[in-house]
């Protein structure tokens, strides 16, 4: 079946990095954009960083940009999410998405937590 799982959240303090890994099976992971998305308490979910099924394109939300990296190894099936000069407001549980067309598979979410 369909699994996407993220690993890689932790408690960090600010200034600090990550590198958040979502690691996908029971799908051709190549034929399918793929997406991070996080949701901060109290907050809706948002969509943070995404990029093309061959990895050619990515997009980010402007308050990551150029903190954020997101990538794809095709040969691993797997995604993503390098995260610098990490600030407390990054705190949010952070998912993996999947979509081709009308279809879309998410994570179960890894939390980031940025305090001192």
């Known amino acids: 079946q369909v699994q996407l799982v993220e690993s890689g959240g932790d408690l960090v303090e600010p200034g600090g990095s990550l590198r958040l890994s979502c690691a996908a099976s029971g799908f051709t992971f190549s034929n399918y954009g793929m997406s991070w998305w996080r949701r901060a308490p109290g907050k809706e979910r948002e969509s943070v960083a995404t990029i093309s099924s061959a990895g050619a394109f990515t997009n980010y939300v402007e308050s990551v940009k150029g903190r954020f990296t997101i990538s794809r190894d095709n040969t691993k099936n797997t995604m993503y999410l390098h995260m610098n000069s990490l600030k407390p407001e990054d705190t949010a549980v952070y998912y993996c998405?999947?979509?081709?067309?009308?279809?879309?598979?998410w994570g179960q979410g890894t939390q980031v937590t940025v305090s001192s």
């Open positions: 998405s999947a979509n081709r067309a009308t279809v879309r598979y």
